[in-house]
């Protein structure tokens, strides 16, 4: 078990690696010299001799292989550079900004789940009838609605019309009800399709003809059996969803105006802010293998199957 989780973590290093040399090159690859975007954002004239001395400082004038060594050697140490922008280091305002998002992350993901637990376990136990037909076209409607559309929607309904939550920022847990949903309501399709049908798998199993034989209560066979076993999946995919969400954050912090790395790294797109980009596609990459690992590693410690085809 153990030399399979160690060979798992050591297969993920190389995709870093490549991740981080292909980021670097398509940002080194802009038609905007980092130079100028520096200047300009510095609201320094630009001229000749102004861009040789920035690129000199900011070593843009050595070989490319040696600046992506460069900045790898820093990246492995957490030090990103400056922001262009704010001239702080680019590693200490990312984790000022990434518990925002990730309280945004992780609320709309529990929201998620706890919308689609039960519409999913009833639709399969009520199978082709009003409720699963209702609740199947309100997943359809849910994955088909763009988030910034869905949410400047609710702001409209819930904010300015009633008034009930506030209209954008990062406050309290009224904050937080408007962009969880906005962000969840789309996983709530994906997940409630995905527990009808393995519900619907396992209420054909042999187990659960048994025990309805054995006369043991229907809400037991469901809620300690079916369930057990047909949440399993759902617990993976929420699992992979968690990078899904963390980059789907951007809009949804742009509509909300909620302070996280998201709507800072659109800041920084715009504003040519070279540091941050490549802090920020790094950072959310590792954090969605991290979660694809672990999710891996639970695999391993729950069935027994997947072990031993890694064994192999």
């Known amino acids: 078990m153990t030399w399979l989780i160690t060979k798992r973590v050591?297969?993920?290093?190389?995709?870093?690696?490549?991740?981080?040399?292909?980021?670097?090159l398509c940002v080194r690859l802009l038609p905007v010299d980092p130079a100028e975007a520096y200047l300009?954002?510095?609201?320094?004239?630009?001229?000749?001799?102004?861009?040789?001395?920035?690129?000199?400082e900011l070593g843009l004038d050595r070989p490319l292989y040696v600046q992506y060594l460069n900045w790898l050697g820093g990246a492995l140490r957490l030090d990103f550079g400056t922001s262009y922008i704010s001239k702080?280091?680019?590693?200490?305002?990312?984790?000022?900004?990434?518990?925002?998002?990730?309280?945004?992350t992780f609320s709309s993901i529990a929201l998620a789940f706890v919308i689609s637990l039960p519409i999913g376990i009833l639709s399969a136990l009520y199978k082709d009838r009003l409720f699963d037909h209702f609740s199947r076209t309100l997943s359809f409607i849910g994955a088909a609605t763009p988030?910034?559309?869905?949410?400047?929607?609710?702001?409209?309904?819930?904010?300015?019309?009633?008034?009930?939550f506030p209209v954008s920022g990062r406050g309290g847990l009224l904050h937080l009800v408007l962009?969880?949903?906005?962000?969840?309501?789309?996983?709530?399709?994906?997940?409630?399709?995905?527990?009808r049908g393995s519900t619907l798998d396992e209420l054909?199993?042999?187990?659960?003809?048994?025990?309805?034989?054995?006369?043991i209560r229907e809400s037991l066979v469901i809620g300690k059996h079916v369930l057990k076993n047909a949440i399993t999946p759902l617990i993976t995919t929420m699992g992979m969803h968690i990078g899904h969400k963390l980059s789907g954050s951007i809009i949804v912090e742009n509509v909300f105006a909620w302070p996280g790395i998201g709507r800072h790294f659109v800041n920084a797109l715009f504003g040519r802010d070279y540091p941050v980009i490549l802090c920020y596609v790094l950072l959310v990459t590792t954090i969605i293998i991290v979660c694809n690992l672990l999710i891996d590693i639970f695999h391993m410690i729950i069935d027994p199957r997947v072990r031993r085809k890694g064994a192999d």
């Open 10 to 24: 050591i297969s993920v290093l190389p995709i870093l690696f490549g991740v981080s040399v292909i980021t670097f």
């Open 40 to 56: 300009r954002l510095s609201k320094i004239p630009i001229s000749d001799e102004a861009v040789a001395l920035v690129r000199t």
């Open 88 to 104: 702080k280091p680019v590693w200490d305002e990312m984790m000022t900004y990434l518990p925002a998002t990730l309280q945004l």
């Open 147 to 164: 988030s910034f559309c869905l949410g400047f929607l609710l702001i409209y309904f819930f904010s300015l019309k009633l008034g009930y």
């Open 179 to 195: 962009p969880s949903l906005t962000l969840a309501l789309a996983s709530v399709a994906v997940y409630t399709r995905m527990l």
């Open 204 to 215: 054909h199993q042999p187990y659960v003809l048994y025990a309805r034989a054995r006369g």
